[in-house]
Each structure stands twice: as structure tokens, then as C-alpha cells.
């Protein structure tokens, strides 16, 4: 199967998505399995940093924030930043949510979630934003289910 995306940046740039030369590994496989389970119209949020996934696929983010670090900072973002972004995944529901980050333990287990989030001081993080992202996963908790596993990122789906 040949997935492929073309840029006219100067008619000369192409993207070939089975090219190991731009995607291998996770992207590789992330990408075929949204591109072969999904459609253009789902809104997939990435849980991290892969914003890029967004790009490629052509599937939107349900929000601006994609890039999930700058939350966890006190430095980049405040609590009204977290809410903005809070609101647009409980407004804007996405038809997957995909943990690329290990959020959520192996066995997708939200408590132990929540204890990891709640530890994320010891990395350097503001103490007060990581408790806002016990409300993420309440999210998850409550309106996704397991749903796939792709290597070491887990697939929630949206429960209809």
C-alpha cells in the first residue's frame, strides 16, 4: 500500500510516506494505521509532542495546544492555558486520543496516571499545573476507551 503526500513548495518537494527516508519506526507505523483507520474528518489529539502526526495524516487537532509539554511549565503556560486547552478536548471531542508519552501506565491504568502526573515535580515542573492534568484524565476515563496499542503509544477511542 503507497501513501504518499505532495507539497508544491517550488513544484520539487515531495513527501513519500513509505520512503524510509522520512518516516521509519513509530512514525511509520502510527501513520499507516490512522491513515487505514480513520478518516479525514476525525480529530485525533496526540498526547506529546508529535504534532507532526497532525500534519502528515491531514487530521486535525481538536487544539491549539498540541505540544503538550509547555502545560506541565509554569514558565510557558498558566492555569488559564490549561483550562483553553481542557475546554477544547471536553468541547471538542476527538475521535482518538493517542498517548505517545506514557501517560498512562501499561496496563492504562488513570490512578497510577495520576500518581506519575502528581510526581512530575521532581523533573523541574511547576507543582500546581500537573495536578490540572488529573482533569485530562478524568477526561479519558470518562469518555474514551482502550482501544489499540501501537508499539509503546496507547490508542483511546471516543465511546459513542
Not at 501506565?105 to 495520576?114: F, Q
Request: glycine share 2%.
Amino acid at each position: 500500500m503507497e501513501f504518499a503526500i505532495k507539497f508544491k513548495i517550488k513544484n520539487k518537494n515531495f513527501i513519500n510516506i513509505n520512503s524510509s527516508k522520512y518516516t521509519t519506526g513509530y512514525d511509520y507505523d502510527v501513520i499507516k494505521w490512522i491513515l487505514e483507520n480513520t478518516n479525514q474528518n476525525d480529530s485525533i489529539y496526540f498526547l506529546g509532542t508529535e504534532t507532526r502526526l497532525n500534519f502528515v495524516t491531514k487530521r486535525k487537532s481538536p487544539s491549539k495546544y498540541t505540544y503538550i509539554y509547555p502545560l506541565l511549565n509554569y514558565k510557558y503556560a498558566t492555569k488559564t492555558d490549561f483550562d483553553i486547552f481542557y475546554n477544547d478536548l471536553s468541547d471538542n471531542k476527538p475521535e482518538f486520543i493517542i498517548d505517545c508519552i506514557g501517560f498512562f501506565a501499561e496496563d492504562t491504568n488513570s490512578e497510577a496516571s495520576k500518581k506519575f502526573i502528581s510526581q512530575l515535580s521532581s523533573f523541574g515542573f511547576d507543582n500546581a499545573l500537573p495536578l490540572n492534568f488529573h482533569k485530562l484524565i478524568d477526561i479519558i476515563d470518562n469518555n474514551y476507551y482502550f482501544y489499540d496499542m501501537l508499539a509503546t503509544y496507547k490508542i483511546f477511542k471516543y465511546k459513542r
